[in-house]
Every structure is written in C-alpha cells, then in structure tokens.
Nanobody, 121 residues
Framework: QVQLVESGGGLVQPGGSLRLSCKAPRMITSVFNPNIMAWYRQAPGKERELVASITPDRVTNYADSVKGRFTISRDNSRKMVYLQMSDLKPEDTAVYYC????????????WGSGTQVTLPS
C-alpha cells in the first residue's frame, strides 16, 4: 500500500512562510516519477480542495487562492514533494495533504494524516 507522509506544518503568523514536505517511502522511484503530484487542503467545516499540482516534467498549476504565494516542487530522486508557502493568510489555515492525481484528476492513493497549518484569525 502506498504511504504518503506529510510534515512541516505549524503555527505561523499572517504574512509568514512555511515549507511543507511530502514523502512516499514505500513507493519505488519508477512509480513515483510518472505521477502528477499534488497538494490538497481541508479547512475546518469545508471540503478538501486541490491547492497545487506538478507534472513529472515540473509543469505546475495552482488554485487561484494561492497563486503567486505558494510554490510546488518535487525531487524525484528522493520521492519528495514540497509546498513552499509565503505571505500566509488566516484563510490558509487547514490540514494539508499530498497525493498523486489519476488521469481523471482524482486523488489516486489513500490519504495520509496530513500536516496542520494554523494561523490566528
């Protein structure tokens, strides 16, 4: 079973920055590399939403709400995906998850535990 492990969340003040990391320790490189990887988030009382994605060729896509503030990147050799978040706002408070995207644009694997990002409102 594919395991996705997110880390790097925390409590941060508005305007601050955080770097989230996601690793796939049980996924072999030949499986990880062709995947479109993505970050999602789920705020309290809301549905999980797609925040950013990155193709194997490092073409990126962002939700309008984070465009210009968040940057997704990947390290295929380490099977890692990152989300650099800057100029954070209270509405960015959420649990952040990573996953791969299927060809239909749906999350591919079982969700990990996520990492909590909290900003005071």
């Amino acid at each position: 079973q594919v395991q996705l492990v997110e880390s790097g969340g925390g409590l941060v003040q508005p305007g601050g920055s955080l770097r989230l990391s996601c690793k796939a320790p049980r996924m072999i490189t030949s499986v990880f590399n062709p995947n479109i990887m993505a970050w999602y988030r789920q705020a309290p009382g809301k549905e999980r939403e797609l925040v950013a994605s990155i193709t194997p060729d490092r073409v990126t896509n962002y939700a309008d709400s984070v465009k210009g503030r968040f940057t997704i990147s990947r390290d295929n050799s380490r099977k890692m995906v990152y989300l650099q978040m800057s100029d954070l706002k209270p509405e960015d408070t959420a649990v952040y998850y990573c996953n791969a995207l299927s060809s239909a644009g749906q999350p591919k694997y079982v969700w990990g535990s996520g990492t909590q990002v909290t900003l005071p409102s």
